[in-house]
């Protein structure tokens, strides 16, 4: 019976939030017009389990805030590297080099606080992925590209008019944390 009345009262709350807001304006850090800019760090799955992050994902982003409706639209880059001790299978040592090219879209949530800002959106894009490994008399090395897609849900927290940081969960990068700039 607690779980139920638990649940009742989370599932009102959320309802009553979501008719407070109003989704077609900005939350107060932003204006349509606004640059968002984040440079950051992140995490992703490797595609072995034994694999060691050599260089974890480094991201750049940028995205225009539409003047209408709170939709921010734009560009991400990102580039990671991991390693695998491939010697027991006689391959040697296995890199694996990641580069995406990503379109992204973000909803931006109209919360009342004049340092929040609370996203939810999609990418779609391209990752180039290049394989190589190499035993003493031997090197090899594969390369493909192919489209991506993902969806993120993150917020800015805004400490000046023009600076905060940034935080991220979703796909292709699991968490990416980093620096933001509004301009």
């Not at 407070?20 to 992703?44: E, F, H, K, R």
């Not at 992204?104 to 779609?124: E, F, K, M, Q, V």
Request: aromatic share 20%; glycine share 10%.
């Amino acid at each position: 019976m607690k779980r139920v009345l638990l649940f009742l009262l989370v599932f009102l709350m959320a309802v009553g939030f979501a008719f407070s807001a109003d989704l077609m304006d900005y939350p107060p850090p932003l204006n349509g017009g606004n640059i968002l800019v984040d440079i950051g760090v992140g995490y992703t799955f490797p595609d072995a389990a034994s694999a060691i992050i050599k260089i974890p994902p480094i991201i750049a982003s940028a995205e225009y805030c539409l003047p209408s409706v709170p939709i921010s639209v734009g560009a991400l880059i990102g580039f990671y590297q991991y390693e695998w001790d491939s010697v027991s299978y006689g391959w040697g040592v296995e890199t694996w080099t990641y580069a995406t090219f990503d379109a992204r879209a973000n909803w931006h949530w109209n919360i009342d606080a004049s340092w929040l800002d609370l996203y939810t959106g999609a990418l779609l894009g391209y990752t180039y992925f290049n394989s190589s490994y190499s035993r003493p008399y031997l090197y090899a090395e594969l390369k493909y590209g192919g489209l991506e897609f993902g969806a993120q849900a993150g917020a800015h927290f805004y400490f000046s008019e023009h600076f905060g940081v940034v935080a991220e969960l979703g796909y292709p990068f699991i968490a990416k944390v980093g620096l933001t700039l509004k301009f």
